[in-house]
C-alpha cells in the first residue's frame, strides 16, 4: 500500500501555502491558537511501526515545536556546546521533549509511552539538531567568505551570530571551538562527500521528494486519508471530486488545491449541493473517529478499572497477610511469656522449698550442738 502510494504521490507536489513562519516573540503562537481552540487538549500526533516517524496532519508542527525547544535550551554559551544530540545532558533532552509533549499527544496505537514513540522523538531530535548546527556553520562559512573578500567594517563574522539571542562570547566560542576544530572540520567534509554520492544511479537532487514543506510521512498519512474517504464516498454513491477531497483533508486554499499541485485551480462553479455532500462526508468521517476514540478510550477505562481493582485486592491480601503474620507473632510472643512466667514461678517455687529445707537443716544442726 505505501509503495503504491509512494508512486503516485512522487509524481505530484503540494504547493506551499503562504508562509506562517515566525520567530521572536511570536514564536509558536499558532500552535498555542489551536490548543486554546480545542480548549486546553494537546493536539493529536501518532507514529506507526512502518512510518516510524511523526504521522498526521500535526506531523510538520510538532517537528517544528521541537527544534524550537532545541534552539532554547540547548543554546551555546561562552564556555560550552554539544556536538550533537547524543552529548546533551540528558536532564536537558528529558527537559525539551517533555516541553514538546506538553503541547502534543504523541501516540503509538492510541497510547503515549511506548518505546517507538521515544525511538521517534531521539531520532527527530538528533536530526534537528545536526541541522541547526549546519545552518550555524554555514552563516558562520558565508560571513567569513564575505569578510575576507571585502574587509568590510561590522561584517566580522565574530560580530554577526547566528541569532539575536546568542551572545557574542558565545558565538566567539563556537567559531574558535566548534567551526575551526580540524577533527570536526574533516568528519564534516566526509559527510559532505557521502550526501552527494549516487545511490542506485540517483543524483542527490532527483531523490528529494516534492511534498512542500511537509515532510513525506506527514503528507502520506494525510493523504492516505483522502484515498479512503474518496473510496468511501465511491461506494456510498456519492463520489467526491478532487477539491472537494482537498477541502475536507487539507483545508479550503484561495488560488489553487491542495495536495494536487500548482496547476488544478479551485472550482468557481461548485455547486452548494456539492459542498453540503463533502461537508457531510466529513461530518460522517469525524463522528466515525469520534466513535473510534470513544470506544478505546471505554477500553482503556476498562482496562484502567480492572487493573485497579487487581491491585486494590493484591492490597487487602497484603493487609489480611500482614494482620495474620501480626496475630501469629503476638500468639507466640505470649506464648512464650507464658512459659517464661511458668517457669518463674517454678523457679521461685524450688528456690522457696531450697531454702525452707535449708533453714530446717539449719535448726536441726543447732539442736544437735546444744544437745
Given at each position: 500500500m505505501y509503495l503504491s502510494l509512494l508512486l503516485y504521490y512522487s509524481c505530484i507536489s503540494i504547493a506551499a501555502a503562504p508562509s506562517r513562519r515566525v520567530r521572536g516573540p511570536t514564536l509558536g503562537k499558532r500552535v498555542r491558537r489551536l490548543i486554546e481552540g480545542k480548549d486546553g487538549k494537546r493536539l493529536r500526533v501518532y507514529v506507526t511501526q512502518e512510518m516510524r516517524t511523526f504521522c498526521g496532519a500535526n506531523a510538520?508542527?510538532?517537528?517544528?515545536e521541537l527544534g524550537s525547544q532545541i534552539r532554547r535550551m540547548c543554546r551555546p554559551t561562552a564556555d560550552s556546546f554539544c556536538h550533537s544530540w547524543k552529548l546533551v545532558p540528558s536532564q536537558v533532552q528529558r527537559a525539551v521533549i517533555q516541553a514538546v509533549r506538553d503541547k502534543f499527544e504523541v501516540t503509538e496505537n492510541d497510547v503515549e509511552y511506548t518505546p517507538l514513540v521515544e525511538q521517534v522523538f531521539k531520532r527527530k531530535a538528533n536530526l534537528l539538531y545536526k541541522d541547526w548546527k549546519w545552518r550555524m556553520t554555514d552563516h558562520y562559512e558565508k560571513t567569513n567568505d564575505h569578510y575576507e573578500k571585502t574587509k568590510?567594517?561590522?561584517?566580522?563574522?565574530?560580530?554577526?551570530?547566528?541569532t539575536e539571542d546568542i551572545s557574542q562570547e558565545a558565538w566567539k566560542f563556537m567559531i574558535d571551538r566548534i567551526f575551526k576544530d580540524p577533527e570536526w572540520k574533516a568528519r564534516k567534509i566526509a559527510g559532505k562527500k557521502n550526501r552527494n554520492t549516487p545511490v542506485d544511479g540517483?543524483?542527490?537532487?532527483?531523490?528529494?521528494?516534492?511534498?512542500?514543506?511537509?515532510?513525506?510521512?506527514?503528507?502520506?498519512?494525510?493523504?492516505?486519508?483522502?484515498?479512503?474517504?474518496?473510496?468511501?464516498a465511491s461506494q456510498s454513491g456519492c463520489p467526491l471530486t478532487d477539491e472537494e477531497l482537498s477541502r475536507i483533508h487539507l483545508g479550503k486554499a484561495k488560488y489553487y488545491i491542495r495536495g494536487f499541485g500548482v496547476g488544478p485551480r479551485p472550482s468557481?462553479?461548485?455547486?452548494?449541493?456539492?459542498?453540503?455532500?463533502?461537508?457531510q462526508e466529513l461530518q460522517k468521517v469525524q463522528s466515525e473517529q469520534e466513535l473510534l476514540r470513544e470506544e478505546r478510550q471505554r477500553e482503556r477505562e476498562?482496562?484502567?478499572r480492572r487493573w485497579e481493582e487487581e491491585r486494590n485486592r493484591q492490597r487487602q491480601r497484603e493487609e489480611e497477610q500482614r494482620l495474620k503474620d501480626e496475630q501469629r507473632q503476638q500468639e507466640f510472643d505470649n506464648r512464650q511469656r507464658q512459659r517464661e512466667e511458668e517457669q518463674r514461678l517454678k523457679d521461685e517455687q524450688r528456690q522457696r522449698e531450697f531454702d525452707e529445707l535449708k533453714a530446717m537443716m539449719m535448726r536441726h544442726m543447732r539442736g544437735r550442738?546444744?544437745?
Open positions: 510538520t508542527k510538532v517537528a517544528n568590510e567594517d561590522g561584517k566580522n563574522p565574530y560580530q554577526l551570530p547566528f540517483f543524483s542527490v537532487a532527483s531523490r528529494g521528494h516534492t511534498l512542500g514543506s511537509r515532510s513525506f510521512a506527514a503528507a502520506i498519512t494525510i493523504e492516505a486519508g483522502m484515498v479512503a474517504t474518496r473510496d468511501e468557481s462553479f461548485s455547486s452548494q449541493s456539492s459542498s453540503n455532500l463533502a461537508q476498562e482496562y484502567e550442738d546444744n544437745v
